[in-house]
């Protein structure tokens, strides 16, 4: 069925010579809000080529439709109002280094504010659209070790509390087990000269990486081998699951954490072991933060989800020539209600 309406052009005293406004669609648009609505749906749930191909109509227009839609759903709403706990990451969307800021807030488990690149300048833009007064009542920042995020955080919003994402924590851990597990096998192999043990050291890695209530009975064995052939290297393990134990403890008692953090600090400066005297000092110069997530419980999870899902539009599209796109289906999806397909009521809670 075809419908035709006229949309006759007025003389506004105003705008001058323009089409008169009708209720079923945009100014300047060639659809309907219905047809708008459906390629934004479209648009949230599959890639833009597939929109495009069953809405008979070209990709860039449902980009052009997505900015609108957007654009509508936005209009009168300030994302950047009222921020209180807000987290900060950068994510890669290409190949070559090509990485895009996002900011969400903890409060809304929404996206508030993207942008192309990552660094001191493009954090710097995102505290200028905050501005001064409503980045004074920030009061949790949460952010991985990035010291161009440190810098900027206490340059722009020194009385916010920031709060070290644990997970990048017990990463740096692994990474030193890692190194020291590298360091093992080369001693096996080059000083002592026996490979059997070598090749054992070099195929025990994914026992030394699995937290300790998750080992299969073969990942135990090798744990229970590394303790009596290489007692350095299980001395290292020790150490990434008692850090790893830390963070578990202060979702129960945070204070007893508190101590528990002094108590492997101390260990780790007196293990011998390179790697871990390094983390040790790694974690000395950023204690505050790590301090500030084991009182406030907060952490980088919902932006690494975000971060997730950012990688699966990616995936979805099959890769994108420009960050404006990734980040228009971003706003789309992730920074506030999801369209829905037209005469459906939204999902209610």
């Given at each position: 069925?075809?419908?035709?309406?006229?949309?006759?052009?007025?003389?506004?005293?105003?705008?001058?010579?323009?089409?008169?406004?009708?209720?079923?669609a945009r100014h300047?648009?060639?659809?309907?809000?219905?047809?708008?609505?459906?390629?934004?749906?479209?648009?949230?749930?599959?890639?833009?080529?597939?929109?495009?191909?069953?809405?008979?109509?070209?990709?860039?227009?449902?980009?052009?439709?997505?900015?609108?839609?957007?654009?509508?759903?936005?209009?009168?709403?300030?994302?950047?109002?009222?921020?209180?706990?807000?987290?900060?990451?950068?994510?890669?969307?290409?190949?070559?280094?090509?990485?895009?800021?996002?900011?969400?807030?903890h409060d809304t488990?929404?996206?508030?504010?993207?942008?192309?690149?990552?660094?001191?300048?493009?954090?710097?833009?995102?505290?200028?659209?905050?501005?001064?007064?409503?980045?004074?009542?920030?009061?949790?920042?949460?952010?991985?070790?990035?010291?161009?995020?440190?810098?900027?955080?206490?340059?722009?919003?020194?009385?916010?509390?920031?709060?070290?994402?644990?997970?990048?924590?017990?990463?740096?851990?692994?990474?030193?087990?890692?190194?020291?597990?590298?360091?093992?096998w080369n001693r096996?192999?080059?000083?002592?000269?026996?490979?059997?043990?070598?090749?054992?050291?070099?195929?025990?890695?994914?026992?030394?990486?699995?937290?300790?209530?998750?080992?299969?009975?073969?990942?135990?064995?090798?744990?229970?081998?590394?303790?009596?052939?290489?007692?350095?290297?299980?001395?290292?393990?020790?150490?990434?699951?008692?850090?790893?134990?830390?963070?578990?403890?202060?979702?129960?008692?945070?204070?007893?954490?508190?101590?528990?953090?002094?108590?492997?600090?101390?260990?780790?400066?007196?293990?011998?072991?390179?790697?871990?005297?390094?983390?040790?000092?790694?974690?000395?110069?950023?204690?505050?933060?790590?301090?500030?997530?084991?009182?406030?419980?907060?952490?980088?999870?919902?932006?690494?989800?975000?971060?997730?899902?950012?990688?699966?539009?990616?995936?979805?599209?099959?890769?994108?020539?420009?960050?404006?796109?990734?980040?228009?289906?971003?706003?789309?999806?992730?920074?506030?209600?999801?369209?829905?397909?037209?005469?459906?009521?939204?999902?209610?809670?």
């Amino acid at each position: 069925m075809f419908l035709e309406a006229d949309a006759p052009r007025v003389a506004c005293p105003r705008h001058g010579p323009t089409v008169a406004a009708v209720p079923w669609a945009r100014h300047n648009a060639g659809h309907t809000l219905a047809f708008d609505q459906q390629a934004a749906w479209m648009a949230a749930e599959c890639s833009k080529s597939a929109a495009a191909e069953l809405l008979r109509c070209t990709w860039r227009t449902v980009g052009r439709i997505v900015e609108r839609y957007t654009a509508d759903r936005d209009r009168g709403a300030d994302r950047l109002a009222g921020l209180r706990r807000i987290g900060i990451d950068e994510i890669s969307y290409r190949k070559g280094h090509r990485y895009m800021t996002v900011v969400v807030d903890h409060d809304t488990a929404r996206v508030v504010w993207m942008a192309d690149g990552h660094g001191t300048d493009v954090l710097t833009r995102f505290f200028d659209e905050l501005g001064e007064v409503r980045a004074a009542r920030l009061t949790h920042i949460s952010a991985d070790g990035a010291a161009w995020i440190a810098q900027v955080t206490a340059d722009r919003a020194p009385r916010a509390l920031r709060v070290m994402d644990p997970f990048h924590v017990v990463a740096w851990a692994t990474e030193a087990l890692n190194t020291e597990r590298r360091a093992s096998w080369n001693r096996a192999r080059r000083e002592l000269g026996d490979r059997q043990a070598a090749r054992a050291l070099k195929d025990s890695r994914f026992a030394l990486w699995k937290n300790a209530e998750d080992l299969t009975d073969r990942q135990a064995a090798e744990l229970t081998w590394i303790a009596a052939t290489d007692p350095r290297l299980h001395r290292a393990w020790r150490l990434k699951e008692a850090l790893r134990a830390v963070f578990a403890l202060s979702k129960r008692r945070p204070t007893a954490a508190l101590k528990a953090l002094d108590a492997w600090i101390s260990w780790a400066r007196r293990c011998r072991i390179p790697a871990f005297i390094d983390l040790q000092r790694k974690i000395v110069r950023h204690y505050d933060a790590i301090r500030s997530a084991l009182i406030t419980g907060l952490s980088n999870g919902l932006i690494e989800s975000t971060d997730t899902k950012t990688r699966l539009i990616i995936r979805r599209g099959f890769g994108f020539h420009s960050a404006d796109a990734v980040i228009a289906l971003v706003m789309l999806t992730l920074a506030g209600p999801r369209p829905t397909l037209p005469g459906r009521q939204p999902p209610t809670a």
